[in-house]
């Protein structure tokens, strides 16, 4: 998740940590937010976060087997 507005970094920032990534993820640019997006809404951060849980298969493996994989 990544402020348009966010004066800390480049859209690319939050780009390349979602190609990077090593495990379900999705890129978020968010409208008229800067650095802080869940403190400006989060109420929509939430439904995101939410929403992208949602959507993830119902099991899991276990963190340490995750963990083993990064490296």
Do not use: C, N, W
Request: charge should be neutral; proline fraction near 11%.
């Amino acid at each position: 998740m990544h402020g348009e507005l966010d004066e800390y970094g480049s859209q690319r920032h939050p780009q390349l940590i979602g190609e990077l990534a090593q495990g379900p993820a999705r890129v978020e640019v968010l409208p008229g937010m800067a650095h802080v997006p869940h403190r400006e809404q989060p109420e929509r951060v939430t439904a995101l976060i939410a929403g992208f849980l949602a959507m993830l298969p119902a099991k899991q493996p276990p963190f340490s087997e995750l963990r083993g994989r990064m490296r």
